[in-house]
């Protein structure tokens, strides 16, 4: 079977100096790549990487996305300290796994979870 190694979401975003802004000092994103015309940039940590893109359209509709991590405890208070809007504090849901959620400029939410299973 063919492996998937990695995802890159592009993500509508309002306005996109305030996002890159948040995604990286709220977030701790870095900036990797920005487009000359401003309208669109990649944010990247830890293998992952987002793709903001200016949505000027009247039907923008926020997204959601989840992201995985071993060490929550440790990146929900890193998050905490550096001002992101949390939404929802560190939860384990019915089907085992523990999540908090985190919202963007632009309504975006980040579900940042971790599995049950720790193997």
């Given amino acids: 079977m063919v492996r998937l190694s990695r995802i890159a979401p592009e993500v509508p975003v309002l306005k996109i100096q305030e996002s890159i802004e948040y995604y990286r000092e709220k977030l701790g994103f870095q900036v990797a790549m920005e487009m000359p015309g401003g309208d669109y940039a990649i944010v990247e940590r830890g293998g992952i ?3 903001l893109f200016q949505d000027d359209s009247r ?3 926020p997204v959601g996305m ?3 991590t071993h060490e929550l405890d440790e ?3 890193e998050l905490m300290r550096r001002g992101a809007r ?3 504090d560190i939860e384990r849901k019915p089907w085992g796994n523990r999540d908090f959620r985190v919202n963007d400029p632009s309504g975006n939410q980040i579900k940042f979870t971790e599995p049950l299973s720790k193997a």
């Fill in 59 to 61: 039907n923008y509709s």
């Fill in 86 to 88: 949390v939404t929802q």
């Fill in 66 to 68: 989840h992201i995985f």
């Fill in 49 to 51: 990487a987002i793709h």
């Fill in 75 to 77: 990146l929900h208070g």
